[in-house]
């Protein structure tokens, strides 16, 4: 079946990059998302990467996608205390159920 | 609408009472997603509706929990006889399935069963 995983935590210092992984199980996945949710709040799409990719850069995110592992990360340069929420990996897409995972506590300190 | 609403925001009953939480999705968004979230735990898929296909209620806990979508937009979770563990956030989320599908998600609802 579809599986996603994902470390549960990360801790950086504010100004350092933060690197988030995310292994998935679906080879046929058209699409690869990154959402953020900050607490109290519903999830926010970051960036999404269509699988044919190896690379999306978007401002401070790249998102580095190895379709042979089945790795996805996600990399956030020069790290900011309003940075810190729980990010979120998902598999799937073009009319798919997407799949997420359990989520990665970023937090950022100064 | 500029999104996806959920209401009530915070709902709290008692054990055994039925509930129904409310979702508004983003207009002209054909397909919808119910989800949970429980405290420290990823996202739960529940059901999921696409246009006028039947309904995808594989991730239905149990036949406590229903959900229908009328005439295509605003959308109902119902939970039957709650119990304390059904406490969650519930979360909706509606999307084009054109292109990229990307989910919209709502605010949740914070249901707590007492």
């Given amino acids: 079946g579809e599986d996603v995983e994902q470390s549960l935590f990360l801790s950086v210092r504010e100004g350092d990059s933060s690197v988030i992984n995310c292994t998935y199980t679906d080879s046929s996945s058209t699409?690869?998302?990154?959402y953020k949710q900050e607490p109290g709040a519903g999830l926010q799409l970051l960036t999404y990467i269509f699988s044919n990719m190896d690379m999306k850069q978007d401002q401070r995110l790249?998102?580095?996608?190895n379709k042979k592992d089945k790795h996805l990360s996600l990399r956030i340069a020069d790290t900011?205390?309003?940075?810190?929420?729980?990010?979120?990996?998902?598999?799937?897409?073009?009319?798919?159920?997407?799949?997420?995972?359990?989520g990665t506590q970023l937090k950022v300190e100064l | 609408?500029?999104?996806?609403?959920?209401?009530?925001?915070?709902k709290v009953t008692e054990k055994g009472k039925d509930v129904e939480?409310?979702?508004d999705p983003i207009s002209g968004h054909t397909a919808l997603y119910w989800y949970r979230q429980s405290l420290g735990q990823g996202l739960e898929f529940l059901i999921y509706f696409q246009g006028n296909s039947a309904p995808d209620k594989s991730g239905l806990p149990s036949d406590r929990f229903s959900a229908e979508r009328?005439?295509?937009s605003v959308s109902t979770l119902t939970i039957q006889r709650t119990q304390q563990e059904d406490s969650a956030v519930y979360l909706c989320a509606s999307f084009k399935t054109s292109g990229p599908g990307t989910q919209y998600f709502g605010?949740?609802?914070?249901?707590?069963?007492?």
């Fill in chain 1, 31 to 34: 699409y690869l998302y990154w």
């Fill in chain 1, 62 to 65: 790249t998102v580095l996608l």
């Fill in chain 1, 80 to 102: 900011q205390t309003g940075d810190s929420a729980i990010y979120f990996c998902a598999q799937g897409g073009g009319g798919n159920k997407l799949t997420f995972g359990t």
């Fill in chain 2, 1 to 10: 609408g500029a999104g996806v609403s959920q209401s009530p925001s915070n």
């Fill in chain 2, 21 to 23: 939480l409310r979702c």
């Fill in chain 2, 70 to 72: 009328t005439g295509g």
């Fill in chain 2, 107 to 114: 605010p949740g609802t914070r249901l707590t069963v007492l």
